[in-house]
């Protein structure tokens, strides 16, 4: 068993065996008792830069290039790319092909094993996730053969370093009413943990395993983390409001997506033109979070295709503020395609579900979702999709999902979507106590509860109605949902709670965090085939 002791360190066999250093790359560091020491790794305005992503790349190839490592005699590296904290390089190789399987143990913290992400090898390169913060852990990592019998094994033991963020994150609360074994496989990734829009703040990706266990810390340097996007090589997240990064499996930033003159707020997707789709307010403007940006992934080029000044042009020159502030008029907090061209966008500050075809070259309005009441001579009133039954209408919801099933008729589909259940308007003269529309919302931070709302839409009679109102603690402003392989994810992000439900709406178990602000949104991944199969 080979043990290594490290907290921010590059370890290198090359240096065990009593080999020379080599010049390697401009990354500085430090020889200390046979330890690589790599300096500013926790240093975010470096770390997230292409020269030093590109520099530690160069050095990690050139020292594994000096000797042939061996699943024995591993090269290892601790989170060398510095956007993983306790994750743990890894390179080796085998006579024969094979996959590998690892597992982590640490005293009082249940077992963690995955099987990695890639087609049988001989040639292998991964980052190992899933390791404990500031305690011993023992990380054994086996070869299978193509019927999964092993072929070799070995066991590290590896201190990992502490977390940049609070050790309070380690462990969550959890609440289990049902049997484990209705919970789906995967990671919960809590996003976003910051009041202030605008926040310098560092923030995380928390991601948490089912006993409510951290299990990575992915560090941005301010902001937060809005989504996670992934395209079957590299992870799109922000890493500031003014910046999208590219990650790859083993931790490396690949591209970084610079917004020019605008900042991204709450939600970005990948489109269907080679593209980000990105939700952005024009710095030095009057007005926010109000523009949708096309991000080339190739060329970087920033594109504003959507001004929705324009598109909602009456409704717009009918706002005010007292503010100093950009006028938040609209408040736009989600984005999903829901064909090649086509989106559907949530407006807070209208409690609004909005339709908007033709995107990349001539944007117009196909519907809204909401009160006729409220969009009554507005100019806008003929779009607005008429209400089948008697609910109570979405009020100020959040993570507006599509749900295409195909025992539907042709032009009918779910949307599901956090209720906040919240009545509230700052910019427009409105008075939602009026709306007999809105007869369960609440308006601001006391209310009961929020829900988990679907609705089947008729683009066809263009109708909409309420197929789905599941009750959730009350969260007025930030929140998810999210269907995941049968279960639902609900995040209601001030009171800093999640719960998975089963099939039937049971609440299989509940995670509780703990802080000042929330969780801004709680989604649930498996990352296979990025990190695991």
């Given at each position: ?10 370890v290198s066999s090359l240096l065990i065996t009593g080999c020379s250093v080599p010049e390697i790359s401009e990354i500085e560091y430090t020889e200390d ?87 049988p090898s001989k040639e292998h390169e991964y980052l190992l996730v899933g390791i404990i913060p500031d305690v011993e852990n023992k990380i054994t990592i ?392």
């Open positions: 068993m080979r043990k290594i002791i490290y907290s921010l360190f590059l008792s046979g330890v690589l020491v790599m300096t500013e790794t926790d240093d975010l305005d470096t770390i997230y830069t292409k020269a030093y992503q590109d520099d530690v790349y160069d050095t990690l190839q050139t020292l594994r290039k000096e000797k042939t490592y061996t699943l024995a005699e591993p090269f290892l590296a601790s989170n060398p790319y510095g956007t993983n904290t306790t994750g743990l390089y890894i390179a080796f190789t085998t006579d024969e092909k094979s996959t590998v399987q690892y597992t982590v143990e640490a005293d009082g913290y249940p077992d963690f094993t995955r099987t990695l992400a890639g087609e086996t070869c299978l053969d193509d019927e999964g019998n092993e072929i070799d094994s070995n066991v590290i033991t590896y201190h990992a370093p502490k977390l940049l963020g609070s050790k309070e994150n380690v462990k969550l609360e959890l609440n289990r009413l049902q049997d484990e074994s209705k919970l789906t496989d995967g990671l919960y990734a809590m996003l976003g943990n910051r009041t202030e829009e605008d926040n310098k703040e560092v923030d995380f990706i928390l991601l948490y395993d089912n006993d409510g266990i951290l299990r990575s810390e992915i560090p941005v340097k301010s902001y937060r983390a809005c989504n996670m996007n992934y395209d079957g090589e590299w992870i799109y997240f922000s890493i500031s409001s003014s910046q999208i990064a590219a990650m790859d499996a083993r931790g490396r930033i690949h591209k970084f997506y610079n917004m020019q003159d605008y900042h991204l707020h709450h939600d970005y997707i990948l489109g269907q033109n080679n593209d980000l789709l990105v939700l952005a307010s024009k710095e030095e403007a009057d007005t926010e979070e109000d523009m949708i940006l096309s991000v080339d992934l190739d060329s970087k080029e920033v594109d504003p295709i959507i001004d929705l000044k324009e598109l909602f042009h009456d409704y717009y020159q009918k706002c005010f503020t007292d503010s100093e502030d950009p006028m938040d008029w609209i408040h736009i907090n989600s984005i999903r395609l829901i064909d090649e061209d086509s989106i559907i966008i949530s407006s807070r500050e209208t409690s609004t579900i909005i339709k908007i075809d033709d995107i990349y070259e001539k944007p117009t309005i196909d519907y809204l979702i909401g009160s006729k009441q409220f969009w009554s001579d507005s100019g806008y009133d003929d779009l607005v999709l008429e209400q089948i039954g008697d609910f109570s209408l979405n009020a100020g919801q959040h993570c507006v999902e599509i749900w295409q099933d195909e025992n539907l008729e042709p032009g009918q589909y779910y949307l599901y979507f956090y209720n906040n259940n919240n009545a509230t308007i700052t910019t427009y003269d409105y008075d939602y106590s009026q709306d007999p529309g809105y007869f369960k919302a609440y308006s601001g931070l006391d209310g009961e509860e929020s829900y988990y709302t679907t609705y089947l839409v008729d683009e066809t009679n263009r109708t909409f109605e309420l197929v789905e109102e599941i009750p959730v603690a009350y969260s007025a402003y930030v929140s998810s949902v999210q269907k995941y392989k049968g279960n639902k994810i609900v995040d209601s992000g001030e009171p800093f709670t999640a719960v998975e439900l089963d099939e039937q709406n049971n609440v299989i178990q509940s995670l509780v965090g703990s802080g000042s602000t929330w969780w801004y949104r709680v989604f649930k991944y498996d990352f296979n085939g990025y990190w695991f199969q």
